[in-house]
């Protein structure tokens, strides 16, 4: 089997309020984000098991949603309780990813407007 494919297969996802492997995430083809490309995208580096500067992103995700009217559906602690969520996740799947969290990795937000 190929590496890149397993590893794919481990890293979880967060969507629609449930975690759940990368490789099971899926929205919808009528999605307005899918479709017209209206939505927000965020990246925040890891190290160590630590967002990087987490305040500053949320800062701008919040920023970025207001400028093109897109509702934030999280307060900032929340946004934090989730990433936490992703990072304890990738955590838990295998000591490969606990070793592979040691270093770099990225949490990237994407925002889109959904369905309608």
């Given at each position: 089997m190929n590496n890149t494919a397993s590893t794919a297969d481990q890293t979880p996802a967060?969507?629609?309020?449930s975690y759940?492997?990368?490789s099971q995430a899926s929205i919808s083809p009528?999605?307005?984000g899918f479709i017209f490309g209206d939505g927000v995208y965020e990246v925040i580096?890891?190290?160590g098991r630590k967002p990087f500067r987490l305040e500053g992103h949320l800062q701008r995700l919040e920023s970025s949603l207001r400028g093109i009217r897109l509702p934030n559906p999280h307060t900032r602690e929340q946004w934090g309780q989730?990433?936490?969520g992703v990072i304890?996740?990738?955590?838990?799947?295998?000591i490969a990813d606990l070793q592979r969290w040691r270093d770099k990795k990225l949490i990237e937000i994407l925002k889109v407007s959904g369905e309608g």
């Open positions: 967060y969507l629609n309020g759940l492997p990368l009528l999605d307005r580096p890891v190290y989730i990433i936490d304890e996740e990738a955590g838990a799947r295998s």
